[in-house]
């Protein structure tokens, strides 16, 4: 596996400098980066993150779509991506959604988050 280097999200301080992570750990640092982010939230990048209309069907297989294609388009090094979702507690607002993917080729473990709307 080549050797990817990136800034640890959340951004931590280590021995009087800025923490770096690599391959795997950085990869899924920067899904939830994505996950986290809102539309707008960076002044330089406005699309990063989620779509601001992700929930506004409440559909889960509309938005574990669009939740792909936000990871798909801006984070690389991903393969065999799968988002699967579910209403907590068949309550909207809270977004339950697991993350299957690989990096080179190796299975990652899966990514749990919830997202509250």
């Known amino acids: 596996m080549t050797d990817i280097r990136g800034l640890t999200y959340p951004l931590q301080i280590s021995n009087g400098g800025l923490s770096l992570s690599t391959d795997a750990q950085l990869i899924e640092e920067r899904i939830i980066s ?4 809102r539309p707008f939230e960076r002044i330089m990048r ?3 993150g989620l779509p601001d209309n992700v929930f506004e069907t409440l559909q889960p297989a509309a938005i574990d779509a ?3 294609n936000s990871i798909v388009e801006q984070v690389g090094g991903i393969q065999d991506l799968s988002v699967s979702g579910t209403w907590t507690n068949g309550e909207q607002g809270v977004y339950s959604v697991t993350i299957l993917y ?3 080729g190796s299975l ?3 990514l749990t988050l919830s997202l509250v709307i």
């Open 102 to 104: 690989s990096v080179a």
């Open 46 to 48: 406005a699309d990063y």
């Open 108 to 110: 990652q473990p899966p």
């Open 34 to 37: 994505v996950l986290e982010t």
């Open 66 to 68: 669009q939740i792909s």
